[in-house]
């Protein structure tokens, strides 16, 4: 087994949260501190860590981005070296992610190229984000590169696939908690209280009406609720249901126009249910925008890699916090094919882990043509 599918497996079974990578962080430390330092700074940036390698000329600096955060998800691999934190698990594919940075940096350290080389390991991708306060801290800033390029692993293509395309990649998104509340009491005397359960179900049904009657259907938005919580017992009337979901658009200005609509549907509901409402969009993510002349020159070299089968894909309804540092940096993003069944964010999830390989030899191969 090669030493970075084992690094993976050791990401893998210490999964945390955003902003609370502690071991993760110690994890990565341990392994850049037994790299030979000659050529080597290193800082860490919250519970992130940045690395830049001095190139053989230095005039500027390109970088690779990987991000570090687990998931709530109680594991259901049959792997031997399951996540060992309760209720979390890299289902998203960072732990890969992870690994392959630390393939391609110790490739860069092994035979330096031109220029510098910043390698970005980032957390809370998942949220609450970590790569806009890490793009305007004093740390990042004083590296920032010239280029950066970062991958995703994806379920559904064959292990030695890489798919991209020029322009926007992943969508806008804006996470989504609603509360209503009402007024709870005894099952048996409905007329009495005031039922957030019923309220929340026909709120459901309204927010999900959204894309089919209020978006022009040649434009692509998703609202997906992926938590509900509320009440306390079986025949007690609830007082207060919390929605918890997310909202996805290609469009800046789909975004804006379903949270207005969230907004109107939510001032209905006050009428029809004479409940109470808050709403929080909390955090929000740019788009995965491709610089057009970077992604093409990408895809150009990938076409002629031997061993690497390169796909134009379309945009996915997926978010990344990536998207912030393409805003500023000019770069690109790609999928990394994993072939698994089961999707990101599944209790199943289990890439194939040649792709790591793969993407090693990609990474560290293009950083070294985009150098010359
Ligand atoms: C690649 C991926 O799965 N990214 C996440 C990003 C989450 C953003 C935010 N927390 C939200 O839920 O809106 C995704 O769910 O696409």
């Not at 049959?78 to 209720?87: A, P």
């Not at 890699?305 to 770069?331: H, K, N, R, S």
Request: charged letters at 25%; aromatic letters at 10%.
């Amino acid at each position: 087994m090669s030493k970075f599918v084992e690094l993976r497996r050791q990401f893998h079974q210490i999964p945390e949260p955003g902003f609370q990578e502690f071991k993760t962080q110690a994890m990565l430390l341990e392994y850049i501190n037994g790299l030979p330092q000659d050529r080597l700074e290193i800082r860490t940036w919250r519970t992130g860590v940045l690395v830049r390698v001095k190139g053989l000329v230095g005039e500027r600096c390109l970088g690779y981005r990987a991000d570090m955060d687990g998931l709530p998800i109680e594991e259901d691999t049959g792997y031997e070296f399951r996540s060992t934190h309760n209720g979390y698990m890299h289902a998203c594919g960072h732990d890969l992610h992870m690994a392959i940075g630390l393939g391609v940096l110790t490739a860069i350290v092994e035979q330096p190229i031109n220029d510098d080389v910043l390698f970005v390991f980032q957390p809370a991708e998942e949220g609450p984000g970590g790569a806009l306060p890490m793009l305007q801290s004093e740390e990042f800033k004083e590296w920032k590169p010239d280029f950066m390029m970062a991958l995703h692993i994806a379920p559904e293509y064959p292990v030695g696939t890489i798919a991209t395309r020029p322009g926007i990649l992943f969508a806008n998104t804006s996470e989504l908690f609603i509360d209503i509340i009402g007024k709870g009491g005894h099952a048996a005397y409905p007329h009495r209280a005031n039922d957030m359960i019923v309220a929340g179900a026909s709120l459901i049904m309204q927010l999900q009406s959204i894309v089919s009657r209020n978006v022009d259907p040649l434009d692509s938005v998703v609202v997906t609720l992926g938590k509900i919580e509320g009440g306390t017992k079986q025949n007690i009337i609830a007082e207060r249901v919390r929605l918890e979901g997310t909202i996805r658009t290609l469009s800046a200005k789909s975004m804006s126009d379903v949270k207005a609509r969230i907004e109107s549907l939510l001032d209905g509901l006050k009428v029809s249910f004479g409940c109470q409402t808050e709403l929080d969009y909390g955090s929000n993510y740019y788009q995965v925008y491709n610089n057009e002349q970077e992604a093409e020159r990408f895809m150009d070299w990938v076409r002629a890699f031997e061993g690497v089968q390169l796909i134009e894909c379309t945009e996915a309804m997926t978010g990344e916090d990536f998207g912030y540092f393409l805003q500023d940096i000019p770069g690109l993003m790609f999928w990394l094919g994993v072939d698994t069944p089961y999707g990101l964010h599944h209790a199943k999830l289990e890439p194939q882990e040649d792709a790591i390989g793969v993407a090693i030899e990609v990474v560290s191969n293009y950083l070294r043509h985009r150098s010359s």
